[in-house]
């Protein structure tokens, strides 16, 4: 089967796109990262990439007179690579609502926490400053809005009265490296229908289960 070839833009870390890359490597997922973007010449994102033979490009936003004109030169680089799936990866803008059109359904983003919960900036802090007992990660298709698109996948883990945002973060994240590449396994086995708001995944098991933070029993 023809792999699905994966563009993914960072701002940062990249710690995602290293999980992405490995669960490529490792053929989990059915596709394979072909093109890197950034906005930020220092996103350590762009050594993971090139450390691993992958083409990459630092699209500035001040060499563009606009959000759009600048969009529109990832698109092109995207569309030059052939890209079937964008993927957000700590990228720490939000896309003009044209570049959104030009690729509907095609671009998937990583939150961390339990969307509709906490968007935008420091979701872990946001959640914590709340007190809530659960937290989480999302991955959801991205649409006009600031992390507001359908959710495809989502894990939780407990929030604990001690923690601290780089506690919680830390303890997220471990999950968002597992979820970020499932998600485009299921995208690019062709599971994934999106109805409105709604992600149908074809085989979902539809498994039951819960679990409180704190446990019952305790
Ligand atoms: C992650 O927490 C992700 O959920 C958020 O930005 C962070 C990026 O981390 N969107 P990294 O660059 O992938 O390490």
């Not at 596709?31 to 992958?54: E, T």
């Not at 009265?161 to 970020?180: P, Q, V």
């Not at 499932?182 to 539809?206: C, F, N, S, W």
Request: hydrophobic share 40%; glycine share 8%.
């Amino acid at each position: 089967m023809e792999q699905l070839r994966l563009g993914v833009l960072v701002s940062g870390r990249g710690s995602n796109l290293q999980s992405i890359m490995d669960a490529c490597d490792r053929g989990e997922t059915k596709a394979k990262v072909v093109v890197v973007l950034s906005d930020n010449p220092d996103a350590y994102g762009l050594v993971r990439a090139q450390n691993a033979g992958i083409d990459t490009y630092v699209v500035k936003p001040s060499d563009y007179p606009d959000r759009d004109a600048h969009n529109a030169a990832m698109g092109d680089i995207l569309e030059r690579y052939q890209v079937g799936l964008i993927c957000l990866a700590g990228y720490m803008r939000v896309l003009a609502p044209s570049f959104v059109e030009r690729f509907r359904h095609r671009i998937i983003n990583i939150h961390p926490a339990l969307l509709p919960s906490f968007p935008g900036l420091h979701g872990q802090e946001q959640a914590l400053n709340y007190g809530v007992k659960v937290s989480g990660c999302t991955v959801h298709f991205v649409d006009e809005g600031v992390d507001t698109g359908p959710i495809v996948i989502q894990a939780v883990v407990p929030a604990f009265h001690d923690d601290t945002e780089e506690t919680l973060s830390a303890r997220i994240l471990k999950y968002e490296h597992k979820i970020y590449p499932a998600a485009i396994r299921l995208y690019a086995e062709g599971r994934l229908k999106v109805e409105g708001r709604k992600v149908i995944i074809e085989g979902d098991p539809h498994k039951e289960w819960a679990v409180t933070n704190p446990p019952l029993d305790f």
